[in-house]
C-alpha cells in the first residue's frame, strides 16, 4: 500500500446530469479498498443525486464540487458558495483546473482567493496545476509548476492545510482530452519535482503527505504503470471516470 493511500477523482466537467449520474452510481463496481478513496466531482446540479446515490447504497464514495465562489453569499449572479455546498454535505472542492483558467478566466491571484476561503470554511481542496504544450517543448514545466504554487506556498492559511485538507493533481494541459498522456517517467519526474519544492518550502513531513495525483488521457490501460511511480498517489480522472465500467476498471487497478 502507498504510504500516503491513494486516492481516484473522478471529474466529471459538464456531463451527467441527476438521471445520469443515479444510473452511474447504480451501475458502479464498488468494493472497499483499505487505504483508497474513491471520489466523484459532478456539476452543481447532480451534487444531491450522487450524495443520495452513494448514501443509499451504503457506500464510501466521497462526492464534491468542481467549482464554487470565495464569498460566502451576496450579489453573484449564478454563483454557489462554500455554505450552501456544505449545507447539501458537500467538503470537498476542487480549485485551478486548466479549464476554469482558460475558459472562464481564473488568474492565479483568482484561485487563491478561493483556496484559502475554501479552507478556511472548512472544506479539502484539491489544487490542480500543469503546464502547456509549448512550455513542455521549451523546457519550463518545473519553472511553470513553481510559479503556479508560488502564492500558494507563500499563504499562510494554505501551507499550514498542505498534506492534511490541501492536495495537488498534476494535469499536464497538454494531457487533458487529448488521448495523449503523460509517460510513467514523465509524470514520476514532474511528481517528484513537485515533492522536492514542497519539501523545500514545508519541510519534510508535511511534503510527503500531500497527496499528487496524475491527471490527463488515464484510461485502464495506463493507470496501473502511473500508480506504480513513487510519488504518483493516484488520478484525477475525465473522460474514463463518465461510465461505471472504466471508471470501475480503474479502482480494480488499485491493490487493496
Ligand atoms: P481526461 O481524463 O479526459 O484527459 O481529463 C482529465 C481532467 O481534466 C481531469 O480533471
Redesign the pocket.
Given at each position: 500500500m502507498k504510504p500516503r493511500g491513494v486516492l481516484l477523482a473522478g471529474?466529471w466537467?459538464m456531463n451527467h446530469g441527476p438521471k445520469a449520474a443515479q444510473d452511474f452510481f447504480r451501475a458502479l463496481p464498488y468494493s472497499k479498498k483499505p487505504g483508497a478513496t474513491m471520489r466523484i466531482y459532478p456539476s452543481y446540479l447532480s451534487l444531491a443525486t450522487a450524495l443520495d446515490s452513494v448514501s443509499a447504497a451504503g457506500r464510501d464514495i466521497e462526492i464534491g464540487a468542481q467549482n464554487f465562489h470565495a464569498e460566502k453569499s451576496g450579489a453573484f449572479t449564478g454563483e454557489v458558495s462554500g455554505p450552501m455546498l456544505q449545507e447539501i454535505g458537500i467538503h470537498q472542492v476542487?480549485l485551478g483546473?486548466?479549464?476554469r483558467r482558460q475558459y472562464f478566466s481564473e488568474t492565479p491571484a483568482v484561485i487563491l482567493n478561493k483556496t484559502v476561503s475554501a479552507l478556511q470554511q472548512g472544506f479539502e481542496v484539491l489544487l490542480?496545476i500543469g503546464e502547456t504544450l509549448d512550455e513542455r517543448k521549451a523546457g519550463q514545466t518545473v519553472e511553470v509548476l513553481t510559479h503556479q504554487l508560488k502564492s500558494t506556498l507563500a499563504d499562510p492559511t494554505c501551507s499550514a492545510a498542505f498534506g492534511t485538507s490541501l492536495h495537488l493533481?498534476y494535469?499536464p494541459v497538454w494531457?487533458?482530452?487529448?488521448g495523449v498522456t503523460a509517460t510513467p517517467a514523465q509524470a514520476q519526474a514532474t511528481h517528484a519535482s513537485l515533492r522536492s519544492l514542497l519539501t523545500r518550502s514545508l519541510g519534510e513531513i508535511s511534503a510527503d503527505a500531500v497527496q499528487i495525483l496524475y491527471?490527463?488521457?488515464?484510461t485502464p490501460g495506463n493507470f496501473g504503470e502511473l500508480l506504480a511511480c513513487p510519488d504518483i498517489d493516484g488520478g484525477?480522472?475525465?473522460?474514463?471516470?463518465l461510465k461505471p465500467e472504466s471508471f470501475g476498471a480503474l479502482w480494480s487497478l488499485i491493490s487493496s
Open positions: 471529474n466537467k476542487l483546473h486548466s479549464e490542480c493533481a494535469e494531457a487533458i482530452g487529448t491527471g490527463g488521457s488515464v484525477l480522472v475525465g473522460g474514463a471516470s
